[in-house]
C-alpha cells in the first residue's frame, strides 16, 4: 500500500498525498518529486511507499527513505 504518489502531468511531476487526495507540490523531475516524498517521511522518520506514474501512463514503485538527521 501506498500513501504517496507521483504521477507525471503537463509537463511537471506532481507529489499527491493518497490519504488525503491533495496535491503536495509540483516539481520539474521525478527525483525533485521523490526527494520531496522522502521530507514527507521525516514526519515520522517511516519509509514511504511511492507510486510513480510515468507520462506514458505506466506504473513504478519506489520505497523513499526520510532522510538522515544530522
Known sequence: MSDL?????????????DED???????SSQAEALKA?????RVDQEPRHVLIQDPGG??????????RLH
Open 5 to 17: 504518489t507521483v504521477v507525471a502531468r503537463c509537463g511537471l511531476w506532481m507529489l499527491v498525498d
Open 21 to 27: 487526495d491533495a496535491e503536495l507540490g509540483a516539481y
Open 37 to 41: 516524498a522522502g521530507e514527507a517521511a
Open 58 to 67: 505506466d506504473w513504478d514503485e519506489e520505497l523513499v527513505e526520510p532522510p
